[in-house]
């Protein structure tokens, strides 16, 4: 009976350091994911955000259904990107759970976008307090994001 009990604990204990490592491993791949898609906005470029989400994803931005990704880049955050002179993110957090083959993540931020000088040479800038909330899936070993819902209100 020792010996059963001495191999189960060292079968739990062995497993649950696998594990820490695994999840571990796994947070650290979606907060890849998420910085790479904060860093293009920022460098004002939709290139290389494709493969960040599923081509059935699903895009949510201040009570407004966007569609897809692809849709959303096309037919909004593409366009508005063009007049944008600066995007910039502070006071960024993020918090990321994951429950395979799942992921979810809630950012909060400060963004400040410097619109480009209209023709009296002039540039708008927009401050506002943010969160977003995000559900990626791991397919064929990779993350992706699926749903994203953001919402934002004036900074104070």
């Not at 063009?82 to 992921?103: N, R, T, W």
């Not at 023709?119 to 995000?134: M, P, Q």
Request: proline residues 2%; charged residues 25%.
């Amino acid at each position: 009976m020792r010996k059963l009990t001495t191999i189960l604990t060292l079968f739990a204990i062995t497993t649950s350091q696998v594990y820490c490592q695994n999840a571990k491993k796994e947070k650290e791949a979606v907060l890849k994911v998420m910085k790479s898609y904060k860093e293009a906005l920022q460098n004002l470029t939709t290139e290389g955000t494709y493969e960040l989400f599923a081509s059935d994803s699903e895009v949510f931005e201040s009570g407004g259904v966007e569609g897809s990704y692809a849709h959303y880049i096309e037919h909004h955050l593409g366009p508005e990107l063009e007049h944008f002179k600066k995007f910039d993110f502070s006071d960024y957090q993020i918090d990321v759970e994951v429950d395979l083959p799942y992921a979810f993540t809630t950012e909060t931020y400060i963004y400040t976008i410097v619109l480009n000088p209209n023709d009296k040479g002039e540039g708008r800038t927009i401050k506002k307090k943010g969160v977003a909330t995000s559900i990626l899936k791991r397919v064929d070993g990779k993350w992706q994001i699926i749903k994203t819902h953001s919402s934002s209100r004036n900074a104070k």
